[in-house]
């Protein structure tokens, strides 16, 4: 798995491509925590390269988004979420929690 | 003609690649669909994960015996731990409908590897260890 991070003026963006997993779970969360110790609770996830995501990444975004909602009125979006995860996601329930974005341009836009 | 291949992994998170790796190639064996070879892979690792998290307790405890059956009906997947027995009854589903705040981290995996698979069964004996066979049957 592979994560970056782009701080922008209205929120932040984080690229996150191949296996999101129990091994690497714990990656993408520290990534996500360094923009929440940070003050930045408006982050967009770009999922456009995710091959795969088990429900232990599922919790990362969950706990991560209860964090942006309670203290900085922000929130957690996903962009570009291929079809396979998202079908995951939705089994999940987790599509009533997220808004979701064809693109990251998009989720940013929705920051403005 | 049913097909049958046997790995044996150690029960850690870094290894849930490789074990993806393999019952996906199964998967295209017993000539699942895409969807189908991505429930598999999907219930398979959140069943390891609980084996690595609970059976076990922590990474590094024992091994995680995996079998792929490709068959004319679709691919059965066993998994055999020696860690402790569980009771699958007694995890509670988790509550999908439930607004943010009250979403219980538990519970998921399971719930997934019932939902994903057509047939899932456990069995816990001293001597053969914990036995979860799963199936998933080809589109009709």
């Given at each position: 798995?592979?994560?970056?991070?782009?701080?922008?003026k209205?929120?932040?963006?984080?690229?996150?491509?191949?296996?999101?997993?129990?091994?690497?779970?714990?990656?993408?969360?520290?990534?996500?925590?360094?923009?929440?110790?940070?003050?930045?609770?408006?982050?967009?996830?770009?999922?456009?390269?995710?091959?795969?995501?088990?429900?232990?990444?599922?919790?990362?975004?969950?706990?991560v988004?209860?964090?942006c909602?309670?203290?900085?009125?922000?929130?957690?979006?996903?962009?570009?979420?291929?079809?396979?995860?998202?079908?995951?996601?939705?089994?999940?329930?987790?599509?009533?929690?997220?808004?979701?974005?064809?693109?990251?341009?998009?989720?940013?836009?929705?920051?403005? | 003609?049913?097909?049958?291949?046997?790995?044996?992994?150690?029960?850690?998170?870094?290894?849930?690649?490789?074990?993806?790796?393999?019952?996906?190639?199964?998967?295209?064996?017993?000539?699942?669909?895409?969807?189908?070879?991505?429930?598999?892979?999907?219930?398979?690792?959140?069943?390891?994960?609980?084996?690595?998290?609970?059976?076990?307790?922590?990474?590094?405890?024992?091994?995680?015996?995996?079998?792929?059956?490709?068959?004319?009906?679709?691919?059965?997947?066993?998994?055999?731990?020696?860690?402790?027995?569980?009771?699958?009854?007694?995890?509670?589903?988790?509550?999908?409908?439930?607004?943010?705040?009250?979403?219980?981290?538990?519970?998921?995996?399971?719930?997934?590897?019932?939902?994903?698979?057509?047939?899932?069964?456990?069995?816990?004996?001293?001597?053969?260890?914990?036995?979860?066979?799963?199936?998933?049957?080809?589109?009709?």
């Amino acid at each position: 798995m592979e994560v970056s991070t782009k701080r922008m003026k209205n929120c932040s963006v984080i690229e996150v491509s191949g296996r999101i997993d129990s091994a690497t779970a714990p990656q993408l969360a520290g990534a996500l925590k360094a923009l929440t110790d940070d003050g930045i609770f408006k982050i967009v996830l770009d999922m456009n390269g995710v091959e795969f995501t088990s429900s232990a990444g599922m919790r990362v975004m969950i706990d991560v988004q209860k964090k942006c909602n309670q203290f900085g009125r922000g929130d957690l979006v996903l962009a570009a979420v291929p079809q396979r995860v998202m079908e995951a996601l939705e089994l999940g329930g987790f599509d009533m929690i997220f808004r979701f974005f064809d693109t990251p341009v998009e989720a940013v836009g929705s920051f403005v | 003609m049913e097909t049958s291949q046997t790995r044996v992994f150690p029960a850690r998170f870094d290894v849930l690649a490789a074990v993806s790796e393999f019952v996906v190639q199964a998967a295209a064996s017993a000539g699942l669909d895409e969807s189908a070879a991505y429930a598999v892979q999907m219930a398979v690792d959140e069943a390891f994960t609980n084996i690595v998290e609970h059976a076990y307790g922590g990474e590094d405890r024992g091994d995680v015996e995996c079998t792929c059956r490709a068959g004319p009906e679709g691919l059965t997947v066993i998994l055999r731990d020696f860690g402790q027995a569980f009771c699958p009854e007694c995890v509670p589903e988790p509550n999908l409908s439930a607004c943010i705040e009250e979403r219980q981290p538990g519970g998921l995996g399971l719930y997934f590897i019932r939902q994903l698979m057509d047939e899932v069964h456990f069995e816990f004996t001293s001597d053969s260890g914990n036995v979860l066979t799963m199936v998933k049957l080809k589109s009709p």
